[in-house]
């Protein structure tokens, strides 16, 4: 049930005590190759110094390991071997949170659509599972418009846009 509801909408369903599944559905990233770990503090302070300019949204601990929150894991992801240089640097496992911020995301492809100057008819909307945001338009925009929007959303948040 757990696999096909992941399958079907792109999330994690827990079931009863959510402490008590024991899955972490963070994506690794970066193992460290040493046992000697910096004092935590300092360690998401280098963490902090190298991902905060690339779009690193939160940290936190979780069973011994750094969890790196993103506006997407996609996003994350495009960082995996600075990443793992932090890993090895700082003694902790590094993951990236699975989940998108959603929110996040629609608020930056309408910022982006006002930009435009886009009549905005229906969206934007999300669909995880593919890592797409789509728009319905009012009028169609040149080629190279959509291009150019394509090419600022995915390098803000990891998303490909969808033009309804």
Not at 35 to 51: F, G, H, K, P, S
Not at 124 to 140: C, M, N, Y
């Amino acid at each position: 049930l757990q696999q096909a509801y992941r399958d079907l909408t792109g999330f994690r369903l827990v079931l009863g005590d959510a402490g008590q599944s024991g899955e972490d559905d963070s994506v690794p990233v970066g193992t460290p190759n040493t046992t000697e770990q910096m004092e935590i503090n300092t360690a998401y302070d280098v963490i902090r110094q190298a991902l905060n300019p690339l779009g690193l949204m939160k940290t936190g601990l979780k069973q011994n390991q750094i969890v790196l929150t993103f506006i997407s894991p996609q996003l994350g992801q495009r960082y995996q071997d600075l990443i793992n240089n932090l890993a090895n640097e700082t003694g902790y496992a590094l993951r990236i949170h699975p989940h998108p911020n959603q929110q996040q995301i629609l608020q930056v492809a309408d910022s982006l659509a006002r930009e435009a100057g886009w009549r905005v008819r229906k969206g934007p909307g999300i669909h995880t599972d593919r890592g797409a945001v789509s728009l319905t338009l009012a009028e169609q925009p040149a080629e190279s418009e959509i291009e150019l929007f394509n090419t600022k959303l995915l390098e803000k948040t990891g998303y490909q846009f969808e033009l309804s």
